[in-house]
């Protein structure tokens, strides 16, 4: 179409220019002025004529200056047939050519009488024998005149009929190009409706593709809704077998089926994880997850993670140093199992994917991008790191670092993602930065809501006085070499309130360590027979789980940072730099036993303080009363004294589920444990374990030692209760 | 229009009141003759002018391409307008005839608007009769295409003998 029209406005742009040209033609060429000259010719010849003949006639009347002149107009006129617009016209044509050479001839001949010079005179004689030629001009001339008449008429008709053929060619193409415009025209209509039903059909598209989008949205809400219930009625039944598997423990098994039942017990672990992890992914996608913030006090919080923690990265040989900054406010608003959630996924996640060097946990204030306060934890580790294309899908769903991790290091995949929804739904993020073998950091980010709290009477007081004791007297080991040390640490220890003890080397501490109780060991590096780090790995190592999981503190001059990595790599809890200040001895104690006098306190006067304070009965008779009504004495007896019997085991069974680090088993022990206790009115004892069943997971390791052997008294104290209320024979030799 | 309103008054003041220089009597052949509206007459009631004459009026010069000559050709000779003053011709019409009594009319305007020449030398030399002597009304063609066309080509006549002013 476009073709046709550029070639229809060429053509009569065409047609235009010929014309144009056609006109330029006449008006160069005038012909038919050429004709009125041969006209003129003719009649100028013909009044010549009549000059000449009257010349002739008589000498009297020749008027020489009257037939010069007429004769010299003719010659001008014939000499314009000369010129190159008349013989274009002439050319090759007969009758111009002989009538032009003819009068040429005449003329050369009558110059000699009538020329410029005029060698001849003029007489009527000699006039008389020009007539003659003069008079054959005639003839030859009108028939010239006639000839280029009929040229030019033919020329002029050719031309008209060259204009009309142009014009009739113009017409055809004026009407093709109407025909054209008007074809364009219909096709931008059609173009025009067809444009105006696609965009009725993308309206409708549009519709239908928002419609099909909210019933996706609502049908995928519905499902996470759906699985969200489902996980949340999974849990239940699945809480009751891991119950009966617990209590299954303690039905006297074998060694093989205490295997299978560990199996059990670990597979139903992980599930556990995976269904909690579901439920957290399906309530944060239906948008029903909401938090609920408390009161939370920050090193409550890290002491947590950290006793948790340890055992896992002790088995790896990893070394993990929770530091937090002093400046922070004790206690914060925040969900705290939330909050704990995120901090164990990602401690978790450092201690899985490291297999060497040491995993750092530091807590500080930072500021947001809107300049609010933040609280930042941040978790450092040596591990294995990611490239940027990993870091990129880390939070994505079901992706771990790459399919070879996954497999190594197992675990669904959500964990990363709940931990980053998690935290954007408190209004912070956590972001991940790493480098391929230069292990990772996370760094996870809260709005930070401090709390006024009352200050702790001893707080301040130990800060600017650290004679004063701001925690409770604790027994103190000091492992230390040079006398003059000693002598400085046992009046550092003592003006704080503290009892001191002393090795003078490694062996001498391990020793001390398994033949007493100590609350902490203060360890020198640099001792004879055996180092620091050599005691601390021997202390770690003892088979009593309240002697292996004893604080050590770490004595040195060495500030490096290897140094520091050596020692908590070998299991110390944390390091001081020599010489050692009053300050900060205090605020480490402070660190390690400021935010659980109770326990302390427990710890040293045995007194149920974990709970509410109050005591709780050793028996109560009421329960013990209604067992008796229920069976027979002998019945209850035989059952107490299975009980009783199993005590030890039951202790040794905690201990070791300490020292392994094996919180679940410590749970599910304590549970069981308390369950029975409960049974039988040993209501402090019950209380005790729930205090195990409930810390085990979060309460510091040498707190949960301590639970342990208050268990240990007061399962013995029970015993004597129940010999007191005469359901037991006293135990004999 | 103004304009040319204005060179016509112009004119009319240079004629009334312009040098009352009178017309001489011609001394040679005649060559020329203007009659009609002429104020200025010197024989009869037409200005006459011999060669002489022509020669004494301030002389112009133009080289042009015309119908009649196959190459450009120089033409000289007074500026119409100055032949029309020099008699006191006043109208708004030229009749010019030719020795082979060829008419044709110019507009008096044509004199004030175009250098319109009166040309008595070809390449500097007399024009003879057969030359289309001896005087050559000739348009500026070089100067203006407007110029070039079969109105003003035909309104050049040569040969000139008289001209009526009207």
Known sequence: MGVALALVVAAVALV????????????????????????????????????WVRATLDSAVLDRDALQLRYDIWVSRVGLLHNERAARLMVGNGDYAEPLAMMDRFIARSDKVLGTTKPLPVTPAVLARLLPELDALAAPIHTMTLSASHHVSEQIAERNSAVRQHNQVALMLTVFLSLLVLSFGLMAMRQ???????????????????????????????????????????????????????????????????????TATESADHLLTILNDVLDMSLLESGRLTLTEEPVDLRDLLREVESLMRPQAQLKSLALHIDADPGLPEKVRADRTRVKQILFNLVNNAVKFSDRGVVVVELHRASADDGSEQLEFVVTDTGIGMDQATLERLFKRFSQGDESRSRRHGGTGLGLEISRSLARLMGGDVIAKSMPGEGSSFSFRMPLHALETAPRPSLPAATTDPALPGVASLRVLVAEDHPVNRQYMAALLEGMGHRPFFAGNGLEAVQAIREQRFDIVLMDLHMPLLDGVG??????????????????????????????????????????AKPVSPERLSAMFRRLFGGAQAADAAADGYIDATESGSAAVVLDRTTLDAALRAMPRERLTQLLHSFFDEGPEMVERLRVALRDGQALDLRVNAHAARGAALNFGFSALAQTAQALHEGATHVPAHEIARLIQRYEQLLAASREACEAAGLLEPVTG | MITRRRMMCCLAMAVSTGPSLALDAPRGPVVLTVYGRVSKPNRGDTAQFDMAMLERLPQHSFVAQTPWYASARKFTGPLLRDVLAACGAQGSNLRATALNDYRVDLPFEDALRFDVLLARLLDDKPMAVRDKGPLFIIYPFGSSAELRTTVYYSRSAWQLKSLEVQ
Do not use: W
């Not at chain 1, 056609?22 to 010549?48: G, I, P």
């Open chain 1, 16 to 51: 235009q220019a010929r014309q144009f040209a056609l006109l330029k033609h006449t008006v160069v060429y005038q012909d038919d002025y050429v004709v009125l000259s041969l006209y003129q010719v003719e009649a100028e010849y013909l009044r010549l004529r009549e000059h």
């Open chain 1, 192 to 262: 025009m409706r067809l444009l105006g039903e696609r965009q009725r059909a993308l309206v409708d598209l549009t519709a239908h593709l928002r419609e099909a989008r909210q019933q996706a949205e609502a049908a995928s809400e519905a499902k996470s809704v759906f699985l969200a219930n489902m996980s949340h009625e999974i849990r239940t039944p699945f809480h009751g077998l891991l119950g009966m598997l617990s209590l299954l423990r303690d039905t006297g098994l074998n060694a093989r089926q205490v295997d299978y039942l560990r």
């Open chain 1, 535 to 576: 005691a601390t790995l021997s202390i770690r190592g003892l088979p009593d789980g309240v002697a292996a999981t004893v604080p050590i503190i770490a004595l040195t001059a060495d500030a490096f940072a290897q140094t520091r990595e050596r020692c908590l790599m070998a299991g110390m809890n944390d390091f001081l």
